[in-house]
C-alpha cells in the first residue's frame, strides 16, 4: 500500500512563496495521477492542482492558476507544489492525493485511493 505525508507548510505573508512537498512510500503505480487539494476553515476540499505520472499533464484551478506550479520526481516518489504571489485566501490544510485523473480535477477528494494527512498553509495580509 501507499502512504502519502505532506511537508513544507507554514506562515508567510501576501505575496510570498511557500513549496510543499509529498512524499510516497510503498509500491507507487504508473496508473496513479497526483494532486493537490485544500480545505479551508467550515469548507469542503477543493481541488488545486493535479500532475501525470509522467508529469507530462498538469491540471490546476481557476484560482491559482499562474501562482501554483505542480511537478514531481519519481525517483524520489515526490510531487510538489510551488505556490507563488500567495494571498490570504490559499489559507487552508493542504492535501495531496493520488488516484485517477478523473477523480483528482473533478474534486472528488473522498473517492482517492490514497491521501495524506494535510498540511498547514496561512498566509496572512
Known amino acids: 500500500q501507499v502512504q502519502l505525508v505532506e511537508s513544507g507548510g507554514g506562515l508567510v505573508q501576501a505575496g510570498g512563496s511557500l513549496r510543499l512537498s509529498c512524499a510516497a512510500s510503498?509500491?507507487?503505480?504508473?496508473?496513479?495521477?497526483t494532486g493537490w487539494f485544500r480545505q479551508a476553515p467550515g469548507k469542503e476540499h477543493e481541488f488545486v492542482a493535479a500532475?501525470?505520472?509522467?508529469?507530462?499533464?498538469?491540471a490546476y484551478a481557476d484560482s491559482v492558476k499562474g501562482r501554483f506550479t505542480i511537478s514531481r520526481d519519481n525517483a524520489k516518489n515526490t510531487v510538489f507544489l510551488q505556490m507563488n504571489s500567495l494571498k490570504p485566501e490559499d489559507t487552508a490544510v493542504y492535501y495531496c492525493?493520488?488516484?485517477?485523473?478523473?477523480?483528482?480535477?473533478?474534486?472528488?477528494?473522498?473517492?482517492?485511493?490514497?491521501w495524506g494527512q494535510g498540511t498547514q498553509v496561512t498566509v496572512s495580509s
Open positions: 510503498g509500491r507507487t503505480s504508473t496508473t496513479y495521477a
Open positions: 492525493g493520488a488516484g485517477t485523473w478523473g477523480r483528482l480535477v473533478q474534486g472528488r477528494f473522498r473517492e482517492l485511493d490514497y
Open positions: 500532475i501525470s505520472w509522467s508529469g507530462g499533464s498538469t
